[in-house]
Structures are given as structure tokens and as C-alpha cells.
């Protein structure tokens, strides 16, 4: 399994892979640099948006699984960092998604 984290100010965005900020050759077609999110109204995970709004599709989805999303309310790594074995809810979650609800198609949020 791979941590990976993306930190966004509203200005900078910053990618970090297990805890370290990744090679150039690992992050593809992302530049840290000069991201601007392409639609404010939605969040994507695990999949490429390309457009905006009613317009906007997505494409290039993720094929794996995604066992947690954590969704700060302050951005909580600016170095490199260790790893977390798994999400827990502190006063600076927004929201946490664990996915391990086992059936059906609703997702639980357990920020508290």
C-alpha cells in the first residue's frame, strides 16, 4: 500500500508519496507548481478532471483501492513526514472516509 497526500493553501499545492515529496517521474502529468483546481463545486478523488463545471469529465480513473480519505481543515504536512498506519479524527478533520462500512453504497463519515 501507498500513502499519499496532497496539500492545497489555495494558492500551493504539494504532493507527498509515503510520507516524502515524489520525483519529478513519479507524479505524471501533475505540476505541483501551477495546479489550479479546474471546478470548486466538487471533489474528485482517484480520477483525472478534465473541464468545468457541467462540462467537466472524468477520466483516466484510479485502478486500485482506496482504504481512507482525510479531508483537513489546515494543511498538516509541509516536509516530509511519517506515514500514518490509519486515519483517526482529531480537531482538525473535516471529514474522514475509512470505507469499511462492508456492503451497500453509502459512505460513512467518522470525523466525529
Known sequence: PMHVALTWDGTALA????????KTS???RIDPAGWV???????????EVVGV???A?????FRGLVSGVRISKRVRYAAAFRSPVRFDADADTFALYLFDEG????????SG
Open 15 to 22: 504532493l507527498f508519496l509515503d510520507g516524502s515529496p515524489p
Open 26 to 28: 513519479d507524479i505524471g
Open 37 to 47: 483546481p479546474p471546478d470548486r463545486t466538487r471533489l474528485t478523488l482517484a480520477a
Open 53 to 55: 463545471g457541467d462540462q
Open 57 to 61: 469529465e472524468v477520466t483516466n480513473p
Open 103 to 110: 456492503q451497500g453504497d453509502t459512505l460513512k463519515d467518522s
